[in-house]
Structures are given as C-alpha cells and as structure tokens.
C-alpha cells in the first residue's frame, strides 16, 4: 500500500471534506433526484440524468477521499531533518533566471495548492529539490524548458 503524508492540517481537511460529502452532499444529491423524479417521466427528463450523473460524480469523489483517508499518515514535523530538502520543508529557492526568491513548501499531492505556494512532491520542481542541500543549484525540467534554482534556505 502506497501511503500518502500529509501534514496535521492537511489530515483534518481531508476528513472534513469527506465529511462534508457524505453527510450533506448526498443529503442534497438524494432530494436533488426526488425532485427531478417528481416531474414526471424519467426516460426524457434531462434533470433526473442530471442530478443522477451529479449523483455518480459524487460518489465517486467519496470513494477517492475514503482511499486517500485510509492510506493517510500524519507526518511528525519535529522528526524531520532539516539539513536538506524533504516533505514538508518550507524551501527559500532563487530563480537564476528571473534573479527572483520563491519559498515553496513541499507537500504530498493532495495538499498541493500553488496560490498557497504548496507544491506536490510528485511535481517536477517538487522531485528536484528533494534531498537538496542549502547551496546546492539545481536544473529543473518543466513542461516550459528548464529552470536553474539555487537553494538559499530549508525550513519547517
């Protein structure tokens, strides 16, 4: 079994989100096709299709989150070493090429959110700057060509 490491945040908005799915969002999918049902003949009512595709969606949805929950561990950041580059660390990177500073914080999938300036570990800036030290300069392939990064600082 693959688990999936997730920080302390990251493990309760998972099992809110899954809560919220299968409390309220099947409540709502449930009354979504009575209503539908109630308009009369379901072999050419587009809104019970609908809601009954709404519905699978859903389900689905759960199912991911269920598998993601129960491969879920919570990661101890005291553990972690800070001397390079591992999930979870907050990396002070500069652009060599933009003469820019950048500070990414290094997450599994799931917790993933660029506005947040949280990337994926399975991201290609997030496997190159795995086990990277302070110092180091790494080349980087993206999908737009290759970035150079110098490594200023790790943290947690």
Partial sequence: ?????LTKEGYANLKAE???LKTKGRAEAANAIAEAREKGDLSENA????????????????SELDDSFARARVIDESKLDAS????????????????????YQIVAAPEADLKL?????E???????????????VAIQVPAGIIEFEILSISF
């Fill in 117 to 121: 300036n949280k990337i994926s570990v």
């Fill in 84 to 103: 390079k580059v591992v999930l979870l660390s907050k990396v002070e990177v500069k652009n060599l090429k933009l003469n820019k500073v950048f500070t």
């Fill in 18 to 20: 899954l809560h919220e």
């Fill in 47 to 62: 809104e019970y299709d609908a809601a009954k595709e709404a519905q699978g969606l859903l389900e689905k949805r759960i």
């Fill in 123 to 137: 991201s290609p800036i997030g496997k190159g700057l795995l086990a990277k030290v302070v110092g180091d300069i």
């Fill in 1 to 5: 079994m693959d688990y999936i490491y």
